[in-house]
């Protein structure tokens, strides 16, 4: 069974402070990994898709990182404007993405 | 900058009553889709639509949950009756192609009294 898990649920960084997500998966046939920013009451909002294992992407303060068996989202000295949850998702052989519940990041000045 | 559109963002309604949500999306975008999100929790697909055809409703509560995309374009999920377990967020995203990163939209939070 396709399966995402996200690590921490919940991560409390002060400003300037960096640090890692993971998301590890289990899929049958990797199309993609994704990962997207959510702030509360609002739709998800992509930030990158990584392809094949050794793959990295950035953006501002982020930078995805993708394994065989794991992704990684490292945040280079974050700040407030960065709190938010941190969602990944994977896109199976069939194209449906399995999403995982996410890590609620909050960044204190 | 292109973006999904989803109306009423807000939706209240007691239990057993009809509800219905629309969703736009990114104009020239073939697929579309439709999530439910519970509180602390990722998207779960309920439906995806290539133009008007449904390709996979497999998770959709066919008794109570209706989708559709009449002319490849806008769609409507429709509830009839809710229940107190549909409060949830539900989402529209849409893509390029099958295969091509998903854009949301908003969504809609509803609540079941």
């Known amino acids: 069974e396709d399966q995402v898990t996200q690590s921490p649920e919940a991560l409390r960084l002060q400003e300037g402070e960096s640090s890692s997500l993971n998301c590890s998966y289990t899929?049958?046939?990797?199309?993609?990994l994704f990962w997207y920013r959510q702030d509360p009451g609002k739709g998800p909002e992509f930030l990158f898709t990584?392809?094949?294992a050794g793959e990295e992407k950035e953006k501002e303060r982020l930078k995805a990182t993708l394994t065989k068996k794991e992704s990684f989202l490292h945040i280079t000295a974050p700040k407030p404007e960065d709190s938010a949850t941190y969602l990944c998702?994977?896109?199976?052989?069939?194209?449906?993405?399995?999403f995982g519940t996410g890590t609620r990041l909050q960044v204190f000045p | 900058e292109a973006e999904v559109a989803q109306s009423p963002r807000y939706k209240i309604t007691e239990k057993s009553q009809a509800v219905a949500f629309w969703c736009d999306p990114i104009?020239?975008?073939?697929?579309l889709y439709w999530y439910r999100q519970i509180l602390g929790q990722g998207p779960e697909l309920l439906v995806q639509?290539?133009?008007?055809?449904?390709?996979?409703d497999s998770q959709l509560p066919k008794d109570r949950f209706s989708a559709e995309r009449l002319k490849g374009v806008d769609s409507t999920l429709k509830i009839q009756p809710a229940e107190l377990g549909d409060s949830a967020m539900y989402l529209c995203?849409?893509?390029?192609?099958?295969?091509?990163?998903?854009?949301f939209g908003p969504g809609t939070r509803l609540l079941v009294l």
């Open positions: 899929v049958s046939g990797l199309r993609g």
């Open positions: 990584l392809y094949s």
């Open positions: 639509f290539q133009d008007e055809s449904v390709v996979d």
């Open positions: 995203a849409s893509s390029l192609v099958t295969k091509g990163t998903q854009y």
């Open positions: 104009s020239g975008h073939a697929t």
């Open positions: 998702a994977v896109q199976n052989n069939t194209d449906k993405l399995i």
